[in-house]
């Protein structure tokens, strides 16, 4: 390799190719179509939950009640899968490790089985996120629904003071109206 003098001046120019062009529209077009596709995905996810809460029976205070057990349950299950297609690679790796000369079917198998766990363990994280968002909202759920039932309460009490209140003016007024009878008679 020939010794280099820094500073060493390298010269770039850009020279427009129509095929290069179109690759980069294409890999634009690739992201994009891939980002719509998640944002398609979680906004199906999300009207679905809704749904299903506004279809589940009401909770203790009367507001929605999302299943976040079923999805916690869910996440785990996904997890116990991840873990089992994990230990699968594992022990395809090792069973490929123990010959000296890999097939070309064990590299295949050893690839597809990693893949496997890959896939397997991005579902468990997407599983274990569906669960605590769902959670989270359940939680706000449920302080809007505290908040009602003490605005509800609030009311309650308020109207029963201007109940009082109506009585203890009708009083006044039925006593103020004796008085003014009894003047009228002297």
Do not use: C, Y
């Not at 790796?93 to 295949?108: H, K, L």
């Amino acid at each position: 390799m020939a010794d280099v003098v820094f500073p060493a001046f390298i010269k770039l120019q850009h020279k427009r190719d129509p095929s290069t062009e179109a690759a980069f529209v294409a890999d634009v077009d690739a992201i994009v179509s891939r980002s719509e596709r998640r944002l398609s995905q979680f906004s199906d996810q999300a009207q679905k939950l809704l749904m299903s809460a506004m279809a589940m029976p009401p909770g203790a205070g009367g507001g929605l009640n999302i299943d976040v057990s079923g999805l916690e349950k869910s996440a785990a299950a996904q997890e116990r899968k991840a873990a089992v297609a994990r230990k699968l690679a594992e022990a395809t790796t090792t069973a490929a490790g123990a010959e000296a000369r890999w097939t070309a079917e064990q590299r295949e198998g050893i690839v597809a089985a990693q893949a496997l766990a890959v896939a397997e363990e991005r579902a468990a994280q997407s599983a274990r996120n569906r669960a605590s968002a769902a959670a989270e909202v359940q939680q706000v759920l449920n302080r809007e629904t505290a908040m009602i039932g003490q605005t509800i309460a609030a009311h309650n009490k308020l109207a029963a003071a201007n109940d009082n209140s109506a009585r203890a003016t009708k009083g006044h007024n039925m006593a103020m109206v004796g008085v003014g009878q009894r003047f009228r008679m002297l």
